[in-house]
């Protein structure tokens, strides 16, 4: 079979390796769509944290089984979206819930294989059946959807709640959409490219602002808002989001930044703020994501348009990624 890898650098190699062998309680998965996201793009800059070449990339994914696990409850041509998390399911972390941060959790390039490979051989827990007429990419989205979903209840999102979400990537703009299918009230959504601006307001009808003309702050938002997501690597966003938030409000932040990152905490402390951390997402949170998405009560069409392209564009899709395309996601298909 053909695979991606990151060979060095930016620098990516297709090659033919070896169809894996499902081990015990694993099912064989032919991967239909891989979305590229920020993680993927910093590992291909030399910048992630523990996803270093060589290595396959790729997270974000849906297929279809073509080998049940042995004994398995999901057979060969299941739809399937891939959970990329893989916790031990024993420590003490696990058992109160909080796979997602387990100390001996597998991810895709630490422990777990990338997925744009054709085939990848997943614990059959992993997997979560979609729809037969579900669009492989929109399975794909599933796992960004997860993302959003765990930083929403964060947030601590319910019917009414004001909230800005800082930055209209693919996941800042499904965080604002699963905001509104808690019940968010007043939403805004600021980033610099209008493009991502127009997009996340014609699929959730929040307010935008664009951010290289001016802060929201700046216009008469200070203190306005019960909860602020931080989605933008950008480092002046922390900052941003302190004056947005309301005294005893909370901050999310979802990103990784590239480096250290220094804000002024007065705020912080005069009004009280939580600062939380949003990592990843339960197996909970997947199943809701997945749901959502199957049942069409998210809508993530807009961010799926046009078919994945074939494994070998993966050198020119990250390319572009790395040079700030207005494509919000880039999707492969690992079996073109």
């Known amino acids: 079979m053909r695979t991606a ?10 090659e033919e390796c070896a169809v894996p062998r499902p081990g015990d309680g694993e099912a064989l998965v032919e991967m239909r769509a891989v ?59 696990c058992e109160q819930g909080l796979a997602h941060l387990c ?22 827990h992993a997997l979560v059946p979609l729809a037969d007429d579900l669009p492989y990419a929109r399975g794909a989205l599933v796992e960004p959807t997860a993302v959003a979903w765990h930083t929403v209840r964060a947030a601590g999102v319910r019917h009414g709640t004001r909230l800005a979400v800082l930055g209209a990537g693919a996941v800042g703009h499904l965080t604002a959409a699963v ?12 980033d610099v490219r209008e493009q991502a601006l127009r997009l ?36 002046g966003c922390l900052d941003e ?12 932040v979802l990103p990784m930044f590239a480096g250290p990152v220094r804000s002024g905490l007065n705020p912080l402390v005069l ?23 199957g049942r069409r009560e998210l809508d993530v069409r807009p961010l799926t348009e046009g078919e994945p392209a074939p494994l070998a564009a993966a050198q020119s899709a990250f390319e572009a990624l790395d040079q700030g395309s207005d494509v919000l996601k880039f999707f492969l298909d690992p079996a073109r």
């Open 179 to 190: 905001a509104r299918l808690h019940g968010a009230g007043e939403l805004l959504v600021s």
């Open 5 to 14: 890898v990151l060979r060095q650098v930016a620098r990516i190699e297709i």
């Open 103 to 124: 100390a001996h959790r597998r991810l895709p390039g630490a422990g777990l294989p990338g997925l744009l490979s054709r085939y990848v051989a997943v614990p059959e």
């Open 200 to 235: 996340v307001a014609r699929t959730t009808g929040c307010r935008t602002v664009n951010a290289r003309t001016g802060t929201v702050a700046g216009a008469g938002r200070t203190d306005a808002f019960d909860a602020v997501v931080v989605a933008s690597g950008h480092p």
């Open 271 to 293: 009004k009280e703020v939580r600062i939380k951390g949003s990592s990843l997402y339960g197996p909970g949170d997947f199943r809701a994501a997945a749901d959502a998405v």
């Open 35 to 93: 979305g590229l996201c920020g993680s993927d793009l910093a590992a291909f800059r030399g910048g992630h944290p523990f996803r270093a070449p060589p290595v396959v990339l790729g997270h974000e994914g849906a297929g279809r089984v073509v080998r049940a696990a042995a004994g398995g409850s999901v057979p060969a041509g299941t739809r399937v979206a891939v959970l990329p998390l893989v916790s031990c399911r024993r420590c003490g972390r």
């Open 241 to 252: 989001a302190l004056a947005l938030c309301r005294p005893r409000g909370t901050v999310v």
